[in-house]
């Protein structure tokens, strides 16, 4: 049975996996609840697990099939500590193998490829792959970090929203519905600043993006400033003769029209999503196998 | 009895009282807990009576006085719902006033005189008198305000130098002193920020400071930023015939150095600090009582 194999993006707000055979031909798709390795290891094995036996199921195959296939695991914080390796031994796959969620979303993005991948969501994080060697900078949370987050955009807008309501910077369109939205009492505005997390700020990201489009100054000026730290984060990574940049996440498209002419030049398509990164690598890894036993 | 009075600032860190007579003359002092009505009324409270008792015995009188004394009382959120009223109910002074802490800090900075003040510390708030008005901003925290308190200035040290460690940014000596406290490992700096408080990141201002003073360049920056906020902050407040700004609390001899020439032309040494405002305004109280009587 071991013609089989599984590709599985274990993410952060679901687990997605894909049943496919030695020729890339995919049989079944399942999903399941969220991993999170770093806060909650056994949960998120649980999930990996039954994201399997859902596709398996989906294909038509027994769920206990799931110990006779090979599978690639992508998941954010394999390569934190031995948490990796911890991973490969609980899993009760044939054989398997773990990955970071940066190395499916490269596979993803740029097949074989070498390139830079920015990806912007509830937060930024920005991968490389030069010479099949793969570098990451950013995701280091909103607090310190993720500077083109979604998070970051919604907060710099509270910070200017409350700037603009002491008259200590000129208020514009965006300011006024922000602080419209709290009775114009900036007091309730910094309490829900207080207890807001990560992707409550992040749902005024594309508030921003729509003000910035209609060319607020206050909506513009966050946008060009995330911008900006995403054109240094890319030079960061690029090399001279690299040819390919993927934005990836629910604001690449949002970003894209703002990106500088010279990044905007080396910009591609993603060939394919996280999930079909790990299908790819799953279905490698299944040809190594029947190499390694030929 | 009521030609005695107590001036008292009830803080967020302690509570000091002082007795003074009609004169002026100061007989007694006194300091007890700490006062936060929004979070903890009752003790505060407790706490403001207590440092008066305090500044009573200190002047040889018996703590039972406190029934037959006026009293001018200045504490952070005076202002707030009806938190002045009620204070102003439960405190056992013959005659009492509560203001807000702000009000104490203009008068024991700028006396009687019309002028502007900006307070550094953990947060950064800033007010003014103008023809006996008073005007505020700021002072929203740091997670969407206080652009030039210490806290900010920390956090900032600590988001450039995760930018210096990815090669995004240039690193300097602070940015490399910064991630060797964190054994070079950005998980652990990332783990800090994650938990850490405004005085947390606070205590990085004087580290920024004193590696700005010897040129660093990301020092430099971080305080430059926060001095264009300050600029912009006292200009929101500034009128034409102003010619008094005081800056107040621990950083403000830190950024003195920093301000424009413009606005460093106005800065005058405050006449007192709050509880001396506090005093001033006891006395005038009193006086007032006295007129009130004749």
Known sequence: MTELTIGIDGGGSSCRAAVADATGRILGRGTAGPSNILS????????????????????????ETVSSVSAVIGVAGANVGDYGERIERALPFARRRVVTDA?????GALGDGDGVIGAFGTGSVYNARHNG???????WGFVVGDQA???????????????????????SPVTRTVLAEYGDDPERLVEFAHVARPNDFARYAPIVFQAAAEGDPVATAIVKN????????????????????????????????WLSERHAALLREPKGDVLQGAIDLAIKFLREEGKGAA
Chains 1, 2 share one sequence.
Do not use: M
């Open 103 to 107: 190395t499916t979303a490269l596979q």
């Open 149 to 171: 987050s979604g998070a970051r955009l919604g907060r710099d807008l509270l910070e200017q929203s409350l700037l603009a309501h002491d008259g200590v910077l000129p208020s």
């Open 133 to 139: 060697r793969l570098y990451g900078i950013g995701g």
């Open 226 to 257: 995330a911008i900006t730290s995403i054109g240094e984060s890319l030079d960061a990574l690029l090399w001279p003769e690299c040819d390919a940049i993927c934005l990836l996440g629910g604001l690449a498209k949002a970003y894209r029209p």
């Open 40 to 63: 909650d290891l056994e949960n998120s094995l649980v999930n990996i697990v039954a994201s399997a036996k859902n596709a398996l199921s989906d294909a038509g195959l027994s769920p």
